[in-house]
């Protein structure tokens, strides 16, 4: 069964910085879909970017960017120019076939101002 | 607006009282499924389908039903809630035959059995 691991609980950053978050996943497909959520204090689960396993290039939507290594199944987001609107609980999630997202665990993500 | 409704937002039931909790789409989403999420443990699915009278199983179905009598309708029944089913629930809807695009979610239903 497909697997995706967050392993940072909480994280935080001052505003107006740069982190990352981590995700890895464990899958023997070669072509699958990769997804970063965005669940903020309103509870609402808001699409931040998504990546298809089979481009090379990395997405990104504004602030938003991914590092996709696919040899170490490893799918990192990283925030530029933290706000304070981008504390949230971030999900990373796998797709493949047409069944389900699996979800990760989360991170808590906080900004300091 | 395209848009997953989901209702209501708070629920709080007393153990064995069946309760329905509705969801609807207006995107024509052939593909809708049910989330449970639970501190620690992620978003876990319940039960999805990808069409009208197609239904299937996901990680977690014990003690839920759904229907899909409509394209746009699917809600989830609860017929003998229990303590352990206390939770954040989330209705999503995708495009397509499967949620490659990824999901639209509802904004979700918080419940409390007591």
């Not at chain 1, 935080?12 to 464990?26: F, G, N, R």
């Not at chain 1, 998504?50 to 990283?78: D, M």
Request: overall charge neutral; some cysteine.
């Amino acid at each position: 069964a497909q697997t995706v691991t967050q392993s940072q609980p909480e994280m935080s950053v001052q505003e107006a910085e740069t982190v990352t978050l981590s995700c890895t996943y464990d899958t023997s497909e070669s072509d699958y879909y990769l997804f970063w959520y965005k669940q903020p204090p309103s509870r609402q689960m808001i699409l931040v970017i998504r990546q298809e396993a089979y481009k090379q290039q990395n997405a990104t939507e504004n602030r938003f960017s991914v590092n996709f290594q696919k040899a170490a199944k490893s799918f990192s987001l990283k925030i530029s120019d933290s706000q304070l609107g981008d504390a949230a609980m971030y999900f990373c999630a796998y797709n493949f076939g047409n069944e389900k997202l699996t979800f990760g665990t989360g991170t808590r993500l906080t900004i300091i101002p | 607006e395209a848009q997953v409704t989901q209702n209501p937002r708070y629920l709080i039931t007393v153990t064995g009282k069946k309760l329905t909790v509705t969801c609807s789409q207006n995107m024509n989403h052939e593909y809708m499924s049910w989330y449970r999420q639970d501190p620690g443990l992620g978003l876990r699915q319940i039960y999805y389908s990808m069409n009208v009278e197609v239904t299937d199983k996901g990680d977690v179905p014990e003690g839920y039903k759904v229907s899909r009598k409509e394209k746009r309708n699917f809600p989830l029944i609860l017929e003998s809630p229990s303590p352990n089913q206390t939770s954040l629930y989330f209705c999503a809807s995708s495009s397509g035959q499967g949620p490659f695009y990824g999901y639209t979610f509802g904004s979700g239903t918080r419940l409390t059995v007591v």
